[in-house]
């Protein structure tokens, strides 16, 4: 009984220790420090082609008004959720313009890495509030980039290939406290950079998994004919991909790979031996789809985003490799 | 490493652990509830699980279902508006039109709130035996025909705001895919006017009648 007991224990102990070594071995920055970069970026672009059409999409005449967009959420059609945001209170187009300014502004210091422990929360938080005011107007985009953004939080993203680095480093010779050391953070391992590390792999596994699942309640992923029904769609279509119905064995394998792919990511991008395989068919999807079905923005934000799967001391070797290269190219 | 030399203590270790557990139920349990949907509506025990999770969620816009092109790809659906001026002269506009929006992530933003109209389309209604039969299904469809309403009459005060004076009318306009089959025999070009068809708003009863 004792032996047993021990062994139950042992047993229990040996899970407790595999889930302390998953979510908190320090982690370097490096990789989600790049992340930071593609996403500032994607969010900046985002808000400046909102820019091209503010009033539209925001305010007393935009196509939800103010009043409407509110209604959605707040139960007067029935349900009321939690998706509140207070740009339902915004009716003046200058304050509109004020505060998209001021978010254009925060997103740009948040992709250089300025001020990053707090451009990326406030980042992230104004474009929370937008996806609350935009209802009805959203897509994938918005979504793989907020989460990317909002993981970003935890980890100190502006530790490297950013201006709080270039800071630090140019002021390196003075201590000058703790809350220095907080804002303009060490490019080191930490729990935290790894916390977000790990629960960003799991969220996309979480959007595979179910994308899969979804896909297989339908009939055209089995009988393969479902990316010839998506590219011949003509209002993603962004590239002319009909000449695949003359190949039938091409878009099917397409189909299937697509459908068994989504399902089985969340098991085979963990083994080392499968990741490179999984993450390759992950760039060549998300490729596909930004060139042929007209979502260049998602397509890029997938591909980033999957990158999360690449160790740190990968990222960082790999720039210093392309840094050499380039200096004895100019050398 | 192990575990003994990881640099934060056990019991922050076990806090961090809880808000990481809570956090991973408010993303697995949105997507399940869509997929857990039937004939009794959403799966008891998984609508359960997310009452205590559901605000969060929706707070960070993690409840999502995530079927992107699915179950199956299928038709469009577009916002055709007819605009008359006083003076009688008449112009039509279609919604997406990638000639009108760039760039594309603009396109796409008038896209999905094509989309978005014809995802929450309620034809008018309840019906009088729905009334009779079940009085709160038939105020579900009350409350869902006025969401839709409202939006679209959002959408029409926009252009008519866009458009000062004129008179605004819009339709849903479902764009269809080619039958793959039908494509092979005979290719058509996906602008083709027979892949376009005007999505009526009219009772059910009339629709089933027709």
């Known amino acids: ?331 | 490493m192990d575990s003994a030399s990881i640099p934060i203590n056990k019991r922050v270790r076990l806090l961090f652990s809880i808000l990481i557990v809570g956090h991973l139920l408010a993303l697995v349990l949105p997507p399940l509830s869509v997929q857990t949907r039937g004939r009794i509506g959403q799966s008891p025990s998984v609508s359960t699980a997310l009452e205590w999770f559901e605000s969060y969620s929706q707070l960070l816009y993690i409840d999502r279902g995530y079927a992107f092109f699915a179950p199956d790809p299928g038709p469009s659906h577009l916002i055709q508006a007819a605009i008359t001026n006083p003076q009688g002269k008449r112009i039509e506009r279609m919604y997406p039109d990638r000639d009108q929006q760039w760039p594309r992530l603009l396109y796409h933003r008038h896209f999905m709130l094509s989309e978005f109209m014809e995802e929450i389309y309620q034809p008018p209604g309840p019906p009088e035996e729905l009334r009779q039969a079940n009085r709160q299904e038939a105020q579900y469809w009350s409350l869902s025909r006025s969401r839709y309403e409202h939006v679209r009459q959002s959408i029409v005060d926009h252009l008519k705001y866009e458009y000062p004076g004129d008179e605004v009318a819009i339709r849903r306009i479902e764009h269809l895919v080619p039958d793959l089959i039908d494509y092979q025999q005979e290719p058509v070009q996906l602008t083709d006017e027979r892949l376009y068809r005007v999505l009526l708003d009219q009772p059910i009863q009339q629709e089933a009648s027709k």
């Not at chain 1, 420090?33 to 820019?51: D, N, T």
């Open chain 1, 1 to 331: 009984m004792n032996l047993r007991g021990n062994s139950l224990k042992n047993w229990l102990l040996g899970y407790v220790d595999a889930w302390d070594r998953f979510w908190f071995t320090p982690r370097l920055p490096h990789a989600l420090s790049i992340l930071r970069i593609i996403a500032g970026v994607m969010l900046l672009y985002s808000h400046l082609v909102l820019a091209t059409d503010l009033t539209a999409f925001l305010g007393d005449t935009a196509w939800v008004n103010n009043e409407t967009a509110m209604q959605l959420h707040d139960g007067t059609f029935g349900t009321s959720d939690f998706g509140r945001t207070y740009l339902w209170f915004i009716s003046s187009p200058t304050l509109l313009w004020v505060h998209h300014g001021f978010a254009i502004a925060v997103t740009a210091c948040f992709a250089m890495g300025v001020m990053t422990r707090i451009t990326s929360p406030l980042a992230w938080f104004l474009q929370l509030m937008y996806l609350h005011r935009l209802t009805g107007t959203l897509f994938g985009f918005d979504q793989i980039l907020t989460y990317v953004a909002m993981y970003l939080i935890l980890a100190p993203s502006g530790s490297c290939y950013s201006v709080d680095a270039w800071i630090r480093t140019r002021f390196a010779s003075v201590d000058r406290g703790r809350f220095w050391n907080w804002l303009f953070p060490e490019a080191k391992a930490t729990v935290l950079s790894n916390v977000a590390t790990r629960l960003l792999q799991l969220h996309l596994c979480v959007i595979y998994l179910f994308g899969g699942i979804s896909k297989a309640r339908g009939q055209t992923w089995w009988d393969g004919t479902a990316v010839w029904y998506s590219v011949s769609n003509y209002e993603y279509q962004s590239l002319d991909m009909t000449w695949l119905s003359d190949y039938p064995r091409l878009f099917s394998a397409m189909t299937h790979a697509t459908l068994f792919w989504e399902i089985f990511y969340c098991a085979l991008i963990w083994p080392r031996l499968t990741r490179p395989f999984i993450l390759a068919i992950a760039v060549a999807l998300h490729a596909g789809i930004a060139l042929a079905l007209g979502m260049i923005t998602f397509g890029i934000m997938m591909i980033a985003a999957n990158m999360i799967f690449i160790s740190p001391e990968s990222v960082q070797h790999t720039l210093i490799s392309l840094r050499r290269s380039s200096q004895h190219a100019e050398g």
